[in-house]
């Protein structure tokens, strides 16, 4: 069965430092990787998307992942931190046929000045 | 810009009594699903229809819970009667197609409290 594992339950960053999040996976195949972010009360919005090809993904943001096979992980990245960018995050998999998509338990991040 | 739209937002109710919440996908969106955020978890799927037809239910308590799209378009998610552990924002998400490279857009949520 397919996993998500997000080992930082919460982090805090300075505005304008760079910043990166954990995601790893469990599953036999390639999967189809999801970056989403949840802002308070609100629902999930899409950052980026993983299936093949290019292994470092541009997203909406100033977002980027890289997909690790060797490492099974696709880390999310952001090279400067802006207030705005505090939030849950959730990394997602999906294995294919109806997409079940499996959800991380998040990292919410603190942005502080 | 089409968005998922989802009522109410907010549920306050008392544990034993029977609750309903609505969702409307994007127009055109065959597939839609009902998740259940509880917090500080990752959303975990309820159940997923294709059209007006269930593909998966399988985590769906299905002695509590029930769901229903009669015309494959809007959606309704009911729990009668409910439990405190019930209290959690209940997602709908929906998608063109079902298929695994399409993006779910996600509504809003209806965050529920059971007292």
């Known amino acids: 069965a397919q996993s998500v594992t997000q080992p930082d339950i919460h982090i805090t960053v300075s505005e304008g430092a760079s910043l990166e999040l954990r995601c790893n996976y469990s599953?036999?195949?390639?999967?189809?990787l999801f970056w989403y972010v949840q802002s308070p009360g609100q629902g999930l919005q899409l950052l980026l998307k993983?299936?093949?090809?290019?292994?470092l993904v541009q997203g909406i943001k100033g977002f980027e992942a890289e997909f690790k096979r060797s490492q099974s992980s696709f880390n999310l990245r952001k090279p400067s931190v802006h207030w705005s960018d505090a939030a849950e995050y959730f990394c997602?998999?999906?294995?294919?046929?109806?997409?079940?998509?499996?959800f991380g338990t998040g990292t919410k991040l603190q942005v502080i000045p | 810009e089409a968005e998922v739209a989802q009522s109410p937002r907010y549920k306050i109710t008392e544990k034993s009594q029977a609750v309903a919440f609505w969702c409307d996908p994007i127009s055109g969106h065959a597939t839609l699903y009902w998740y259940r955020q509880i917090l500080g978890q990752g959303p975990e799927l309820l159940v997923q229809?294709?059209?007006?037809?269930?593909?998966?239910d399988s985590q769906l308590p299905k002695d509590r819970f029930s769901a229903e799209r009669l015309k494959g378009v809007d959606s309704t998610l009911k729990i009668q009667p409910a439990e405190l552990g019930d209290s959690a924002m209940y997602l709908c998400?929906?998608?063109?197609?079902?298929?695994?490279?399409?993006?779910?857009?996600f509504g809003p949520g209806t965050r529920l409290t059971v007292l």
């Open positions: 599953y036999g195949a390639t999967p189809y």
């Open positions: 998400a929906s998608t063109e197609a079902a298929s695994s490279y399409n993006e779910q857009f």
């Open positions: 229809f294709q059209d007006e037809s269930v593909v998966d």
């Open positions: 993983y299936f093949s090809g290019d292994t």
């Open positions: 997602a998999v999906n294995s294919g046929g109806y997409q079940k998509v499996t």
